[in-house]
């Protein structure tokens, strides 16, 4: 018996890459429309198309799921009401990212939203002075930043009666 992983790196990419394919086949099958990707990104390695789908449902479970991939789901909205009830109509909340030109209305949003990072007119930028960790079903606790310390932190109380 060898030691270490069962789950060597080229097993665990291919089984990333099934499941973020099956989102993206379930998907299209539902209804949605790709504007571009939609698919695995050759023959060789483990790779997914960068996908932007519209044309999608609330119920759809490219909507409601992290996919965890470079994949975007692309929703109409008339109102900030409106996107952020979208945006917290789901059971996680890891990220979420406001693009405008108005920095009272990205603050006013940001706070409404139920996510851990919101990134403002970026994505996927890291500082590792600020925490980062999820809302709801994506995750407790806090990673990076002052709050991981928490992580590595047990409390107690003591309570002596002299």
């Known amino acids: 018996m060898r030691r270490g992983s069962r789950w060597r790196d ?3 990419s291919q089984v990333r890459v099934c499941v973020r394919t099956g989102y993206l086949r379930q998907g299209l099958a539902d209804g949605a429309r790709a504007l571009t990707g939609g698919g695995r990104h050759g023959d060789t390695g483990f790779y997914v198309q960068p996908t932007v ?14 996919i ?14 409106g996107v952020v009830r979208q945006a917290n109509d789901t059971d996680f909340g890891l990220t979420a990212g406001v693009w405008t030109r108005d920095i009272f209305k990205a603050h006013r949003i940001a706070r409404r939203l139920k996510s851990g990072t919101v990134w403002v007119n970026t994505y996927n930028a890291f500082d590792t ?16 930043g002052e709050g991981a310390i928490d992580l590595y932190t047990q409390v107690k109380a003591v309570n002596i009666q002299l």
């Open 129 to 144: 002075a600020l925490p980062f960790g999820g809302y709801k079903q994506s995750g407790w606790g806090r990673e990076l």
């Open 53 to 66: 789908l519209v044309d999608v449902k609330p119920e759809f479970s490219v909507v409601r799921e992290e």
């Open 10 to 12: 080229s097993y665990r």
């Open 68 to 81: 965890f991939g470079p994949v975007v789901v692309a929703q109409p909205f008339s109102t900030d009401a």
